[in-house]
């Protein structure tokens, strides 16, 4: 099994840049996730990192470490529709979520 | 493409009654997983189907719980009874998983929102 810590909340405003960190203790891991879930909405994919290093896509970059146990989902000029829950998950061969963390952003 | 289909979208029943979910995959994935959402968490992995094999079912609360996959494609997760804690979005995801066994993309469908009342 996996145990996935991440912050509950973050705030920012529109234009910022924030970053999520993400920490995990896992038995096995073969790479870690990242979704976007709005209220009321199922989650979607933003990224998946099986290799160190920092992955870009467009307005969010992933970077994981897995020597460290780490991850962090970076969310740079920031809009209003960022505004969601962010699930970090671990893949060991099935997936176990972080409870999430929301992101207000304001104007 | 159509997405992962899940019906009903909401639900509302009486405890100790029974409930079913509906839940078709993604054209082509061969593995179906049930999730359980509870507000402000996570999603809680229920039970992953790799074709018709249910192969990961621990979470599973089979006293009252219950899902098939017949035919290796569209799967249904049914609880009888239903108790006031069942109250949750009910999520199904699909993925197909790579020829050494690694991790595809799981897709989520929109979920079924049940209420018990």
């Known amino acids: 099994g996996q145990n996935i810590d991440q912050p509950t909340e973050m705030t920012a405003t529109e234009g910022a840049i924030v970053q999520i960190n993400c920490t995990y203790q896992?038995?096995?891991?073969?790479?870690l996730f990242w979704y976007q879930q709005h209220a009321g909405e199922a989650p979607t994919f933003l990224s998946y990192?099986?290799?160190?290093g920092l992955e870009e896509k467009g307005r969010f970059s992933s970077f994981l470490s897995r020597s460290k146990g780490y991850s962090y989902l970076l969310l740079k000029e920031l809009q209003m529709k960022d505004s969601a829950s962010y699930l970090c998950?671990?893949?060991?061969?099935?997936?176990?979520f972080g409870a999430g963390t929301t992101v207000t952003v304001r104007a | 493409e159509a997405g992962v289909v899940q019906s009903p979208r909401y639900k509302i029943i009486e405890k100790k009654q029974p409930v079913a979910f509906w839940c078709n995959p993604i054209?082509?994935?061969?593995?179906l997983y049930w999730y359980l959402q509870n507000l402000g968490q996570g999603p809680e992995l229920l039970i992953r189907?790799?074709?018709?094999?249910?192969?990961?079912d621990s979470q599973l609360p089979k006293d009252r719980f219950s899902a098939e996959r017949l035919k290796g494609v569209d799967s249904t997760l049914k609880i009888q009874p239903a108790e006031l804690g069942d109250s949750a979005v009910y999520l199904c995801?699909?993925?197909?998983?790579?020829?050494?066994?690694?991790?595809?993309?799981?897709?989520f469908g929109p979920g079924t929102r049940l209420l018990v009342l």
């Open positions: 054209s082509g994935h061969n593995t």
């Open positions: 995801a699909s993925s197909s998983r790579g020829g050494d066994g690694s991790q595809e993309t799981q897709y």
């Open positions: 990192n099986v290799l160190d």
């Open positions: 896992t038995s096995g891991f073969n790479g």
């Open positions: 998950a671990g893949d060991d061969y099935k997936l176990s």
């Open positions: 189907y790799e074709n018709e094999e249910a192969v990961d």
